[in-house]
């Protein structure tokens, strides 16, 4: 059973800190070391979106669905499951965009990242590759994903299918009741 990141729009206040959370902790675990200060426009790509309307605010992350459209779309199988998350194989990873039109819920996308390429033995320029980017629930952190750890109102929550199933529960027993008891009066 796959876990995956929620957020309450009520809490949520569209600070943004949950995506600089994101690329700080991608950033350090791809290279060692890595200050803030380095952080730039070309770099700065959060697995994670906030989203602001009109009177609220909420992030949209991946799912994490079961039996996930972006991976089986994937000519490259660059999209992995390991134990109850997917992540993106780069080094597979073709930038083909098939992935992004797979997902049901739009927070697939591709993004271009700086490389150096190789012209002759003495000869090197910047190019930039095509990479799909999605929420991985920062597997490379034991503390878990780093927005949750840094939302300032707890309004991000890593759960698993069973839990949001409960929690649905509850919500529609709740407002049963509530609604049950002005019909009585």
């Known amino acids: 059973m796959n876990r ?8 949520c206040i569209g ?3 949950c995506e600089v959370a994101c690329v700080v902790s991608h950033q350090q675990a791809e ?3 890595l200050a803030i200060e380095q952080i730039n426009e070309q770099n700065f790509q959060p697995r994670i979106h906030v989203i602001k ?4 605010s909420t992030a949209v992350v991946c799912h994490q669905c079961e039996d996930a459209p972006c991976a089986n779309v994937c000519p490259n199988g660059a999209i992995i499951h390991n134990k109850d998350y997917y992540y993106v194989d780069q080094e597979k990873c073709i930038g083909c965009k098939t992935c992004v039109i797979a997902c049901p819920y739009g ?3 591709v993004v271009s990242r700086p490389v150096m390429r190789k ?3 003495l000869n090197t320029i910047e190019a930039f590759k095509a990479e799909a980017n999605k929420c991985d629930l920062c597997h490379h952190r034991e503390e878990g994903p780093a927005c949750i750890e840094v939302c300032p109102t707890q309004a991000l929550v890593c759960i698993d299918r069973d839990a949001l199933d409960e929690m649905v529960k509850e919500r529609r027993r709740r ?3 509530e609604s049950g008891a002005d019909l009585l009066f």
């Not at 990141?5 to 809490?11: E, G, L, S, T, V």
């Open 175 to 177: 407002a049963a009741f």
């Open 31 to 33: 290279q060692d070391n």
């Open 4 to 11: 995956f990141i929620i957020a309450d729009p009520k809490k």
């Open 53 to 56: 309307g009109f009177t609220i």
């Open 15 to 17: 600070c943004h800190t």
């Open 107 to 109: 927070t697939m996308e």
């Open 119 to 121: 012209l002759t033995a």
